[in-house]
T-cell receptor
Framework: GAVVSQHPSWVICKSGTSVKIECRSL??????MFWYRQFPKQSLMLMAT?????????EQGVEKDKFLINHASLTLSTLTVTSAHPEDSSFYIC????????????????FGPGTRLTVL | AQSVTQPDIHITVSEGASLELRCNYS??????LFWYVQSPGQGLQLLLK??????LVQGIKGFEAEFKRSQSSFNLRKPSVHWSDAAEYFC?????????????FGKGTKLSVIP
């Protein structure tokens, strides 16, 4: 259980276009999902936290108008990189937290396989 | 604010040798602790986690970690490394409070394995 998928796994786009990445929790409901960005040979950087049915909370320095997050259901969150530029090329990883009040379980995140974005 | 330190950026071991990856955390209360492994171009796979109870935690792939509150450490160990263990390893901490999800990651330790 606790499987998270991402689609696409790899995308190449031209500068100026928008790219949408989907994150799905396949076998559990996730009231909270997270979007991370990882540069080569670096750790994960949290971009935003999204809660189902409400606006995402962005970390300092992350442009909310550039990285649009929608969490329309308990199993799906999307990240849209608008007007992508080469500097947006990165590895984007999502994660989900289960809708549970069990101590420990409620604090655990389950990660997707990541999406490699290359902007030409 | 919580923080995680992984002092070793890169470790190289011979296949069959033992391994210990260090992780120190800074957090005011008892945290929940995780070790993840990431192969190149892949997402994160959970190796093991500590919430409470026995301070020696067993994980997948023969890994274990020991929570030492007095040292604020959660070091990852494996008695005999396999070539397939070569990857990046991340230690992470999250608050144990209700509704707290935000993970703080260490910078990672890259493990290379010599055949």
């Amino acid at each position: 259980g606790a499987v998270v998928s991402q689609h696409p796994s790899w995308v190449i786009c031209k500068s100026g276009t928008s790219v949408k990445i989907e994150c799905r929790s396949l076998d559990f409901q996730a009231t909270t999902m997270f979007w991370y960005r990882q540069f080569p040979k670096q750790s994960l950087m949290l971009m935003a936290t999204s809660n189902e049915g409400s606006k995402a909370t962005y970390e300092q320095g992350v442009e909310k108008d550039k990285f649009l997050i929608n969490h329309a259901s308990l199993t799906l969150s999307t990240l849209t990189v608008t007007s992508a530029h080469p500097e947006d090329s990165s590895f984007y990883i999502c994660s989900s937290a289960r809708d549970t009040q069990v101590p420990g379980q409620r604090n655990e995140q389950f990660f997707g396989p990541g999406t490699r974005l290359t902007v030409l | 604010a919580q923080s995680v330190t992984q002092p070793d950026i890169h470790i190289t071991v011979s296949e069959g040798a033992s391994l210990e990856l260090r992780c120190n955390y800074s957090y005011g209360a008892t945290p929940y602790l995780f070790w993840y492994v990431q192969s190149p171009g892949q997402g994160l796979q959970l190796l093991l986690k500590y919430f409470s109870g026995d301070t020696l935690v067993q994980g997948i792939k023969g890994f274990e970690a020991e929570f030492k509150r007095s040292q604020s450490s959660f070091n990852l160990r494996k008695p005999s490394v396999h070539w397939s263990d070569a990857a990046e390893y991340f230690c992470a901490v999250v608050s144990s409070g209700a509704g707290s999800y935000q993970l703080t990651f260490g910078k990672g330790t890259k493990l290379s394995v010599i055949p």
